[in-house]
């Protein structure tokens, strides 16, 4: 079980908006940035997005990132069918010295 | 343009040795970390570890140490992950990755590579 908590799945219709949540604490997530990454089974995981909020070159501005205290939040607008994948969020963890995942979120475009 | 390409895929017996590697191109190899993440069939990722190749410093996630070796070859540009005896739960997808010094994000993922372990 990751320290990291993420819905295990989220689901909207095309065009629609969603929102994945990814809640820490102060040891991870309340001191460290946060990063995104959208992975497609079978394919390499993609940053989408690192510092909490930056988007990498080549990811549309449909993909945004925030965090407030011990919680981080990815947010994708006017979904699409190839944004089906799983989320995962990353950070640093000052207890364990050493970088971790989220337990990951499937989003389901409808 | 940056790149990590992988070993392909093993099937190997419990008990038997094995080492992946990521091979990386198009940067200043000793310059990044490279990580190593495991996805087990069904799982989510999980950083392994990471090296920096420019001083060989490594630092394992605490669930790893000691199940594992990360190295790195600056000559050749390429990072290793090792096994002296693997078990089924090793089975899984490795992935390399890419991070920059001081930041704790990965830029750049290696295609994976499948490691079946299976009587």
């Known amino acids: 079980q990751s320290m990291l908590t993420q819905p295990p799945s989220v689901s909207a219709a095309p065009g629609q908006k969603v929102t994945i949540s990814c809640s820490g604490n102060?040891?991870?997530?309340?001191?460290?940035?946060v990063s995104w990454y959208q992975h497609v089974p079978g394919t390499a995981p993609k940053l989408l997005i690192y510092d909490n909020n930056r988007r990498p070159s080549g990811i549309p501005d449909r993909f945004s990132g925030s965090k407030s205290g011990t919680s981080a939040t990815l947010g994708i607008t006017g979904l699409q069918t190839g944004d089906e994948a799983d989320y995962y969020c990353l950070t640093g963890d000052s207890s364990l010295s050493a970088a971790i995942f989220g337990g990951g979120t499937k989003l389901t475009v409808l | 343009e940056v790149q990590l390409v992988q070993s392909g895929p093993e099937v190997k017996k419990p008990g038997e040795s094995l080492t992946i590697s990521c091979k990386a191109s198009g940067y200043s190899f000793s310059t990044y970390w490279i990580g190593w993440v495991r996805q087990m069939p069904g799982q989510g990722l999980e950083l392994m570890g990471i090296?920096?190749?420019?001083?060989?410093?490594?630092r394992y996630s605490p669930s790893f140490q000691g199940q594992v070796t990360i190295s790195a070859d600056q000559s050749i540009t390429s990072a290793y992950l090792q096994w002296t005896s693997l078990q089924a739960s090793d089975t899984a997808i490795y992935y390399c990755?890419?991070?920059?010094?001081?930041?704790?994000?990965?830029?750049?993922w290696g295609q994976g590579a499948l490691v079946t372990v299976s009587s």
């Open positions: 090296i920096y190749p420019g001083d060989s410093d490594i």
């Open positions: 102060l040891s991870n997530i309340g001191r460290n940035y």
């Open positions: 990755v890419r991070r920059r010094d001081g930041y704790n994000y990965f830029d750049h």
